[in-house]
């Protein structure tokens, strides 16, 4: 089997997938939704630790604001104040994203006026200011 023929039958399995499930009765579907978001945690940290070098979890901070906003805009519940809108999905979750994004250049904003050894050490090695010049 060709490379390219089994990409196009993955991606038409992934397609057809929920349908089946929900047809079927089998309710997978929550359970690998579930596990994709620990999956995208996962990569998070891969292209931070593996990529930067650095053991930065502020991340998942931002990842946990954006969840966050994403549950007051599609809560059911009567307690939360945006009960009642009938919003879109997709809607919310560009709402989501952009209020984790907000947060995410107002704190990197306030870091960025530090002084402080941490602060300038960080920015150095994100900068690139850390990396070798070829001789070891």
Do not use: E
């Amino acid at each position: 089997m060709r490379p390219a023929l089994r990409w196009a039958a993955l991606v038409v399995a992934l397609l057809v997938y929920p349908f089946v499930d929900k047809a079927l009765g089998l309710q997978t579907v929550h359970a690998v939704s579930d596990g994709m978001i620990y999956v995208l945690l996962a990569l998070g940290l891969n292209i931070v630790v593996g990529y930067a070098g650095l053991l930065d979890l502020g991340y998942a901070a931002f990842f946990a604001i954006g969840a966050y906003a994403m549950g007051l805009l599609n809560s059911p519940v009567a307690g939360s104040p945006l009960y009642g809108h009938g919003w879109s999905f997709w809607v919310c979750i560009w709402i989501a994203a952009a209020v984790s994004a907000r947060s995410s250049r107002s704190a990197s904003a306030r870091s960025s006026r530090s002084r402080s050894v941490i602060s300038v050490t960080s920015r150095s090695t994100s900068a690139g200011g850390a990396r070798s010049n070829g001789s070891t």
